[in-house]
């Protein structure tokens, strides 16, 4: 039987994580997890190939969408609390689980400290660690916030997430009209919340304890998580493979729908 619904799940520290199920009944699961300053909606191109194999669980990450908000700093350890919070309550024992930036490195984080809840594992555009100009690169991006809000960072975020000739297509105006909707959507402590989460990364020393099979995914032109930095995640995590797709830059999935989805599905389906 196919089925959506929506609701709304309490994190350890009581905050409300917002989702959506779809999917028939009797299909394995499959958890989605977005990016900072993005929303459950993140996902849409994916869900007609991935509802055909799968139960498909989205939420939006806490300060993001429609979930609740909690004051900053947070930490990896809360973003994979929330989600267990969300398997726990919906009677999910064991899941496949892809990410985008920080949804890939909340994946990363759940398969090396909970493992026996991870069947497979797709990282998409992340990082494992938070070099000095990577963290510089947060606290830019806090301190324009502060002085202009969401507002000042709307910008600035897509020529970082997509590539130069995706952004002056006239044929991707209403998708990059979507994007700039959940940037500004995001709440202020959302954000920073996240941005300090993300100087803390601490995930590469640890990566040989992704035991999973796994396979990373990234733009060829992501200047965040690059192809570099991310072959080098793929060699020293056990059971992996990456694909790297051309003419995408961070948010790899919206920019190249059809090369991702093609690449996603092979390993989800192998």
């Known amino acids: ?3 959506r619904y929506f609701g709304e799940v309490a994190a350890p520290d009581g905050v409300a994580i917002f989702y959506q199920v779809d999917g028939e009944q009797d299909r394995p699961w499959i958890i989605l997890s977005n990016s900072l300053a993005t929303d459950m909606r993140l996902w849409e191109p994916m869900m007609a190939p991935l ?49 985008i930036s920080l949804g890939g490195m909340t994946g990363l984080e759940l398969a090396i400290s909970h493992p026996e809840r991870i069947n497979r594992l797709i990282c998409c555009d992340a990082r494992s660690d938070a ?37 002056k297509d006239d044929a991707n105006l209403d998708k990059l009209a979507i994007v700039r909707s959940m940037v500004l959507g995001t709440t202020r402590d959302g954000y920073v919340g996240v941005a300090r989460c993300l100087q803390g990364l601490d995930i590469l020393p640890r990566l040989g304890g992704v035991n999973c099979p796994t396979l990373f995914v990234v733009g060829e032109s992501d200047p965040a998580a690059s192809v570099a930095v991310m072959e080098d995640m793929k060699d020293k995590t056990s059971n992996a493979e990456i694909v790297i797709l051309k003419n ?19 390993f989800l389906t192998s």
């Open 1 to 3: 039987m196919t089925d």
């Open 51 to 99: 509802t055909e194999h799968f139960r498909v669980l989205r939420y939006d990450t806490r300060g993001h969408g429609k979930s609740g908000g909690a004051k900053p700093p947070y930490d990896l350890q809360m973003m994979t609390g929330d989600v267990l919070a969300l398997m726990d309550n919906l009677g999910i024992e064991r899941a496949d689980f892809m990410g």
């Open 131 to 167: 070099p000095d100009g990577y963290k510089a690169i947060w606290d830019g991006n806090i301190a324009r916030l502060e002085e202009g809000g969401l507002a000042a960072v709307c910008e600035p975020t897509l020529e970082r997430w997509f590539t130069e000739d995706f952004l």
């Open 248 to 266: 995408a830059a961070h948010i790899s999935n919206l920019e190249q729908p059809q090369a991702f989805n093609a690449g996603v599905m092979a």
